[in-house]
Nanobody, 115 residues
């Protein structure tokens, strides 16, 4: 069975940076499309960024130019580099991997941006 584990969250001041990681196991990682989502308190989970198995990327308008999604197929790992963080970026961040009917979520990692 596949497993996905996020890490790298924490507390950072506005304007700072964090890099989230998402390590996958038990799957043929290179076949999967990847995505990062986030959920702020009292709000619905929202999509943040995505990357296809072929490497095409897309970003939500709210993070475009500040966040970068990447993948290392050799390490079965997904990254989300977050720069110029804002208090509005505070949320639990989740990694998602999808391939056909297979869909895996991590447990989430908390990102808190102080003003």
């Amino acid at each position: 069975q596949g497993k996905v584990v996020e890490s790298g969250g924490g507390l950072v001041q506005a304007g700072g940076s964090l890099r989230l990681s998402c390590a996958a196991s038990g799957i043929t990682f290179r076949l999967y499309a990847i995505g990062w989502y986030r959920q702020a308190p009292g709000k619905q989970r929202e999509w943040v960024a995505g990357m296809s198995s072929g490497g095409s990327t897309n970003y939500a308008d709210s993070v475009k130019g500040r966040f970068t999604i990447s993948r290392d197929n050799a390490r079965n790992t997904v990254y989300l580099q977050m720069n110029s963080l804002e208090p509005e970026d505070t949320a639990v961040y989740y990694c998602n991997l999808r391939f056909n009917s297979l869909n895996y979520w991590g447990q989430g990692t908390q990102v808190t941006v102080s003003s």
